[in-house]
């Protein structure tokens, strides 16, 4: 496929975060949305006033009916990633981009592992917090010698609660894989990627202390945690943390990034979604901010980072869900290669469930030499 003709997307889930993906496809050039398919019909009405000329369907199956589609965006619950990746893998050979996380079992990660080693199409997992502006600054700084060999890294996400999704299946531990699996897979991703190693062991504790513990579905009350602390070692010696906390969303910034070497270290801090932000008491939202800090000569560097006002307004996500799909779309014409593969995003899951196994039992995991798998000490 050339830039000749746009890029027609069918979006499978139309949800939140489905319609944050067809706002920024709609920045792109050369893209054009086809196809909405979502059950809920509130959601498919939403999505629809964004789209007008979209065909409009219920499901996957009825998506795959038409001829109008040249690449799918899969934007549905945690728990269905993984029968419908496998599902179209199957049945078409379309470019995809699907969400994090990439399924939620262990026992998935073979499978989809297996199906997609032959699939001749672009299969880019969204891992959208790699493409945040000020992280993207700090990868290209620590990656480009700034502070030497990396050494210790640490990531401080102090956050909002869960917000409510269709049918509230991200209250529950068997539908999203639990919460360092479904929020936390970003950051195991972006450990993986500054240390430029894999893990061999996790360790973590965390619980619900305060989030939902008053909510009922259906009789049942939400199992999900709401903090907690990680810590994984690299097969290169390096070290990683990770601290979680969702009730915390009077916090300046979101996300506090650092990373230590030996010449030095680099910090990146990101605010939360700026709708969130109180403006009418606090004024102008936080704006992001990479601190470079050498040893010698000492003297910390900061530089604001701004985001597109237009990129901002499209999502919560800094911009970074734009700058995904402009890659994914040079991918699709073969201009580059997937930069999120389908190994990175099973790796990230495999992370994260071994960190709520770990949680779980008070036991270390260590994970396989391909780590796509792991077990207990």
């Not at 629809?48 to 009825?62: F, I, K, N, W, Y």
């Not at 030497?148 to 956050?159: A, K, N, P, W």
């Not at 049942?220 to 907690?228: L, M, V």
């Not at 996300?255 to 010449?263: A, L, Q, S, T, Y």
Request: contains cysteine; charged residues 25%; negative net charge.
């Amino acid at each position: 496929m050339t830039k000749q003709h746009p890029i027609r997307y069918g979006i499978l889930g139309c949800g939140m975060m489905g319609q944050e993906h067809i706002r920024n496809i709609q920045l792109l050039d050369h893209a054009e949305i086809t196809v909405l398919a979502e059950p809920n019909p509130d959601m498919l009405k939403k999505a629809q006033a964004l789209v007008p000329s979209a065909r409009a369907v219920s499901d996957l199956d009825a998506l795959l009916e038409g001829n109008d589609v040249d690449a799918l965006v899969v934007v549905t619950p945690n728990f269905q990633h993984a029968e419908q990746l496998l599902g179209i893998m199957s049945r078409c050979t379309l470019p995809i981009l699907i969400e994090k996380p990439i399924c939620t079992h262990i026992d998935d990660v073979k499978k989809l592992s297996e199906a997609a080693a032959n699939y001749p199409a672009p299969i880019w997992v969204a891992m959208e917090y790699r493409y945040m502006p000020p992280i993207t600054l700090l990868l290209s700084l620590i990656h480009g010698g700034e502070i030497g060999q990396r050494h210790l890294f640490s990531i401080r996400e102090h956050r909002f609660p869960f917000l409510h999704k269709i049918d509230d299946w991200n209250r529950f531990n068997h539908k999203t894989g639990g919460t360092l699996v479904e929020k936390c897979c970003h950051f195991f991703d972006l450990m993986r990627l500054m240390t430029n190693a894999n893990p061999v062991r996790v360790f973590a504790s965390g619980n619900q202390a305060v989030n939902h513990r008053d909510e009922q579905y259906e009789g049942k009350t939400p199992d999900i945690i709401d903090n907690a602390m990680v810590t994984i070692e690299f097969d290169n010696h390096t070290r990683a943390s990770l601290e979680l906390c969702m009730f915390a969303e009077g916090s300046r910034y979101q996300e506090e990034i650092c990373v230590v070497g030996d010449k030095g270290k680099v910090e990146c801090l990101v605010p939360g979604p700026g709708r969130f932000w109180p403006t009418d008491t606090l004024g102008d939202a936080p704006v992001p901010q990479v601190i470079v800090s050498p040893r010698d000569p000492k003297g910390p560097k900061v530089m604001d980072v701004p985001v597109d006002s237009a990129l901002l307004e499209a999502g919560d996500h800094n911009g970074s869900t734009f700058y995904q799909h402009q890659r994914f779309q040079r991918a699709i014409w073969g201009e580059q290669e997937v930069e999120v593969t389908l190994e990175d995003g099973l790796k990230a899951v495999v992370m994260g469930l071994a960190a709520q196994t770990s949680l779980t039992l008070h036991k270390v995991v260590t994970l396989s030499d391909d780590g796509l798998d792991f077990s207990l000490r």
